[in-house]
Nanobody, 114 residues
């Protein structure tokens, strides 16, 4: 059974940083594409960043040069380092694993105050 558990969210002032973690189980992690998505109140869920099994990355334009996605295949963990946070980054952040179908974590709240 695939399980994704996110952590690291919280309240931070604008300009601050947070590091999100997502631990995966039930998958062959080192071959599984992973991603971070977010959903703000009243808005659709949107892509933040993705990383392939070969560590190739892709970012939404809104987070380029501020966020960094990475993975540690020994720890079955994908990270999202978020720097220079803005109030518009406030959302619930979800981890996604793609293995035949998409699997999602429960989400972690990130709130950026101005």
């Amino acid at each position: 059974q695939v399980q994704l558990v996110e952590s690291g969210g919280g309240l931070v002032q604008a300009g601050g940083s947070l590091r999100l973690s997502c631990v995966a189980s039930g998958v062959i992690f080192n071959i599984t594409p992973m991603g971070w998505y977010r959903q703000a109140p009243g808005k659709q869920r949107e892509l933040v960043a993705t990383i392939t099994s070969r560590h190739s990355t892709n970012y939404a334009d809104s987070v380029k040069d501020r966020f960094t996605i990475s993975r540690d295949n020994r720890e079955n963990t994908v990270y999202l380092q978020m720097n220079s946070l803005k109030p518009e980054d406030t959302a619930v952040y979800y981890c996604r694993a793609t293995l035949g179908r998409d699997y999602w974590g429960q989400g972690t709240q990130v709130t950026v105050s101005s």
